[in-house]
C-alpha cells in the first residue's frame, strides 16, 4: 500500500486510477479529433485544448471516487463496476454540460461531450476487463509472512481469504509451545534462520501476530528480517491499515500513545476546515433552503407537530449542543425517552421514511455547521444517555470527542446504519482512525464517497 496524508491506498487501486486518468484523457481527445472531423474543421494543437483535456479527466475521476468505482465491491464485480462506472461518467458530463451552459463556447461543447461520454464508458470498462484480471490476482498482492499460530494469525488468515484483500499470506510461524490454531504453521525450532526463511518465501512484510509477547518476542531475528529489507509491522498497525479502522479487540494504551496520529501539527488543517464549513455551508444553505421549506410544509401537513425537530446531542470534548433535523417521526416519537431506531419503525412517518433515505432530513443540520457546533465531517453526535450508555460499555469511547462531530463521517460510509451497542463499536473503531488520522485529504475523500452513499442508501433507517 502507499501512504497518502496519513491514508493508505492499495497499489491495485493506485494503478487502476492512474490508467483511468490517461484513458480518459484519451478519450476526451479522441472525441474532440470525431467532433473535428465531422464537422469538416481543423482539430487544432493538442496543447490548445489541453485545460478541456484535464479539466474532463479530473471532473470524471472524482465522480468515478465519489460514486465508489474503486471501491471493494468494484474492484470484485464487473456488473458492480459497470454500473457504478456508467453512473460516474454520466454524473461528470451533467456538471461539464453545465459550465459549457455557464460559460458557453468557452469551456466544452456539449456534442464533444457526447463522444467523450461513450468514448470514455467504453475504454474503461475495456480497462476493467484486460487489466482486472490482473488486479484480481495475486501478484499484485502483498506477500505475508505472520510470526504467531493464534487466533490473531487466524484473524489475518480469515482477511487474506476476501476477494478484495491486497495480501497473501505465505507461511505462519508458531513462537510457542501451545496448540497452533493454524495448522500450517511451522514451529520456529524447525526454521534454522528466520530472515533466510523469509528469503526464501519471497516475503515482502512481516506481521506479529503473537497472543502474548513475553519472553517470546524474537527481537534477535526481526532485527535480521528489518535490515534485509523486509518490512515489519505489529498486528494492530496492520490491521488499522487493512482495513481503515482501531481495532478495539487488540488495541492497547502503549500502542495508542506510542502510534503515528493526533498530530498537534494539524491546528492550521483545523483552521482550513473550519474555513471551509463557513463557506460551504452557508452557499449550501442558499441553494438547498427552498428544499428544506418545501419538505417542512410536506412533514407539517402529514403529521401533527413541528415541522423541525430538536435534539441535545455531545459534540467537541463532550460539550452538548442542539441538534436541528426534518422531523421523519412522529411527534411523541420519544415520549418514552430516546432509543436506537429499528428496522422498519412504527414511529417513522410515511414522508420521513423517503427523507431519511435520501438524507433530506440532514440539509438543517448545515445551519449547526454554520454556528460552529458540528463540521461536515467528523463522528457522529449521538444523544447524551446513549453517549453516558456507551461511555461505559465501549472502551476509548470518550475519545471520539475529541475531534468536532460530523454531518458525514469515516464510520458512516464505511458502516451501515447502527442500532445497538455491537454495532456502535464497530462505528467506534472507524471513528478513532479518522480522529488519530485526520487530514484534509481524508475529509475531501470522504465529502466524495458520501454522494455514493447517498445514491445507494445502503442501512439508512
Same mark, same amino acid.
Given at each position: 500500500?502507499?501512504?497518502?496524508?496519513?491514508?493508505?491506498?492499495?497499489?491495485?487501486?493506485?494503478?487502476?486510477?492512474?490508467?483511468?486518468?490517461?484513458?480518459? +484523457?484519451? %478519450?476526451?481527445?479522441?472525441?474532440?479529433?470525431?467532433?473535428?472531423?465531422?464537422?469538416?474543421?481543423?482539430?487544432?494543437?493538442?496543447?490548445?485544448?489541453?485545460?478541456?483535456?484535464?479539466?474532463?479527466?479530473?471532473?470524471?475521476?472524482? !465522480?468515478?471516487?465519489?460514486?465508489?468505482?474503486?471501491?471493494?465491491?468494484?474492484?470484485?464485480?464487473?456488473?458492480?463496476?459497470?454500473?457504478?462506472?456508467?453512473? %460516474?461518467?454520466?454524473? %461528470?458530463?451533467?456538471?461539464?454540460?453545465?459550465?459549457?451552459?455557464?460559460?458557453?463556447?468557452?469551456?466544452?461543447?456539449?456534442? #464533444?461531450? &457526447?463522444?467523450?461520454?461513450?468514448?470514455?464508458?467504453? +475504454?474503461?470498462?475495456?480497462?476493467?476487463?484486460?487489466?482486472?484480471?490482473?488486479?484480481?490476482?495475486?501478484?499484485?498482492? @502483498?506477500? &505475508?509472512?505472520?510470526?504467531?499460530?493464534?487466533?490473531?494469525?487466524?484473524?489475518?488468515?480469515?482477511?487474506?481469504?476476501?476477494?478484495?484483500?491486497?495480501?497473501?499470506?505465505?507461511?505462519?510461524?508458531?513462537?510457542?509451545? %501451545?496448540?497452533?490454531?493454524?495448522?500450517?504453521?511451522?514451529?520456529?525450532?524447525?526454521?534454522?534462520?528466520?530472515?533466510?526463511?523469509?528469503?526464501?518465501?519471497? !516475503?515482502?512484510?512481516?506481521?506479529?501476530?503473537?497472543?502474548?509477547?513475553?519472553?517470546?518476542?524474537?527481537?534477535?531475528?526481526?532485527?535480521?528480517?528489518?535490515?534485509?529489507?523486509?518490512?515489519?509491522?505489529?498486528?494492530?498497525?496492520?490491521?488499522?491499515?487493512?482495513?481503515?479502522?482501531?481495532?478495539?479487540?487488540?488495541?492497547?494504551?502503549?500502542?495508542?500513545?506510542?502510534?503515528?496520529?493526533?498530530?498537534?501539527?494539524?491546528?492550521?488543517?483545523?483552521?482550513?476546515?473550519?474555513?471551509?464549513?463557513? +463557506?460551504?455551508?452557508?452557499?449550501?444553505?442558499?441553494?438547498?433552503?427552498?428544499?428544506?421549506?418545501?419538505?417542512?410544509?410536506?412533514?407539517?401537513?402529514?403529521?401533527?407537530?413541528?415541522?423541525?425537530?430538536?435534539?441535545?446531542?455531545?459534540?467537541?470534548?463532550?460539550?452538548?449542543?442542539?441538534? #436541528?433535523?426534518? @422531523?421523519?417521526?412522529?411527534?411523541?416519537?420519544?415520549?418514552?425517552?430516546?432509543?436506537?431506531?429499528?428496522?422498519? /419503525?412504527?414511529?417513522?412517518?410515511?414522508?420521513?421514511?423517503?427523507?431519511?433515505?435520501?438524507? #433530506?432530513?440532514?440539509?438543517?443540520?448545515?445551519?449547526?455547521?454554520?454556528?460552529?457546533?458540528?463540521?461536515?465531517?467528523?463522528?457522529?453526535?449521538?444523544?447524551?444517555?446513549?453517549?453516558?450508555?456507551? /461511555?461505559?460499555?465501549?472502551?476509548?469511547?470518550?475519545?471520539?470527542?475529541?475531534?468536532?462531530?460530523? #454531518?458525514?463521517?469515516?464510520?458512516?460510509?464505511?458502516?451501515?446504519?447502527?442500532?445497538?451497542?455491537? /454495532?456502535?463499536?464497530?462505528?467506534?473503531?472507524?471513528?478513532?482512525?479518522?480522529?488519530?488520522?485526520?487530514?484534509?485529504?481524508?475529509?475531501?475523500?470522504?465529502?466524495?464517497?458520501?454522494?455514493?452513499?447517498?445514491?445507494?442508501?445502503?442501512?439508512?433507517?
Amino acid at each position: 500500500m502507499i501512504r497518502l496524508f496519513k491514508h493508505y491506498i492499495p497499489h491495485a487501486v493506485l494503478l487502476l486510477g492512474l490508467l483511468d486518468f490517461v484513458l480518459l +484523457l484519451i %478519450a476526451g481527445d479522441l472525441a474532440w479529433k470525431l467532433r473535428a472531423a465531422q464537422i469538416g474543421i481543423d482539430p487544432g494543437l493538442l496543447t490548445d485544448r489541453a485545460l478541456a483535456l484535464l479539466g474532463f479527466a479530473v471532473t470524471t475521476l472524482t !465522480a468515478m471516487i465519489a460514486v465508489g468505482v474503486y471501491g471493494a465491491e468494484a474492484l470484485r464485480s464487473m456488473r458492480f463496476a459497470c454500473a457504478r462506472l456508467l453512473v %460516474a461518467v454520466s454524473l %461528470a458530463i451533467l456538471a461539464l454540460a453545465l459550465i459549457d451552459f455557464v460559460l458557453p463556447g468557452q469551456t466544452y461543447w456539449r456534442s #464533444i461531450l &457526447l463522444f467523450a461520454m461513450i468514448l470514455a464508458i467504453t +475504454l474503461l470498462v475495456l480497462n476493467r476487463v484486460i487489466v482486472g484480471g490482473i488486479l484480481g490476482t495475486s501478484a499484485f498482492r @502483498r506477500r &505475508l509472512l505472520v510470526v504467531g499460530a493464534g487466533h490473531r494469525a487466524d484473524r489475518l488468515r480469515k482477511l487474506s481469504e476476501r476477494p478484495e484483500s491486497g495480501f497473501t499470506i505465505v507461511g505462519y510461524v508458531n513462537m510457542s509451545e %501451545a496448540l497452533p490454531v493454524v495448522p500450517e504453521a511451522i514451529n520456529r525450532s524447525a526454521i534454522k534462520d528466520l530472515s533466510g526463511h523469509v528469503a526464501n518465501l519471497g !516475503a515482502s512484510e512481516v506481521v506479529l501476530a503473537l497472543e502474548e509477547r513475553r519472553n517470546s518476542l524474537p527481537l534477535k531475528d526481526l532485527v535480521r528480517v528489518k535490515t534485509t529489507g523486509v518490512h515489519v509491522n505489529e498486528f494492530s498497525s496492520f490491521l488499522e491499515r487493512e482495513t481503515g479502522r482501531v481495532d478495539l479487540d487488540t488495541l492497547n494504551p502503549s500502542w495508542l500513545i506510542f502510534s503515528d496520529g493526533f498530530s498537534s501539527g494539524r491546528a492550521i488543517s483545523s483552521v482550513a476546515k473550519r474555513a471551509f464549513d463557513i +463557506l460551504a455551508s452557508s452557499l449550501l444553505l442558499l441553494l438547498t433552503f427552498p428544499v428544506i421549506l418545501l419538505f417542512a410544509a410536506i412533514v407539517k401537513l402529514e403529521s401533527k407537530g413541528p415541522a423541525f425537530f430538536r435534539q441535545k446531542r455531545v459534540g467537541l470534548y463532550g460539550q452538548t449542543f442542539e441538534l #436541528i433535523k426534518l @422531523r421523519s417521526m412522529c411527534n411523541d416519537a420519544e415520549k418514552d425517552g430516546s432509543k436506537w431506531a429499528e428496522k422498519n /419503525d412504527p414511529r417513522i412517518t410515511r414522508v420521513g421514511a423517503f427523507i431519511r433515505k435520501v438524507r #433530506i432530513d440532514e440539509l438543517p443540520q448545515v445551519w449547526t455547521v454554520l454556528c460552529g457546533h458540528m463540521s461536515f465531517v467528523g463522528p457522529r453526535p449521538e444523544v447524551p444517555t446513549f453517549v453516558e450508555d456507551l /461511555d461505559d460499555k465501549l472502551p476509548y469511547y470518550a475519545e471520539r470527542h475529541m475531534v468536532k462531530p460530523g #454531518i458525514t463521517g469515516w464510520a458512516q460510509i464505511n458502516y451501515p446504519y447502527g442500532a445497538s451497542i455491537e /454495532d456502535a463499536r464497530h462505528k467506534l473503531e472507524y471513528d478513532l482512525y479518522y480522529a488519530k488520522n485526520y487530514t484534509p485529504f481524508l475529509d475531501l475523500l470522504i465529502m466524495l464517497q458520501t454522494l455514493r452513499v447517498v445514491l445507494w442508501p445502503e442501512g439508512a433507517r
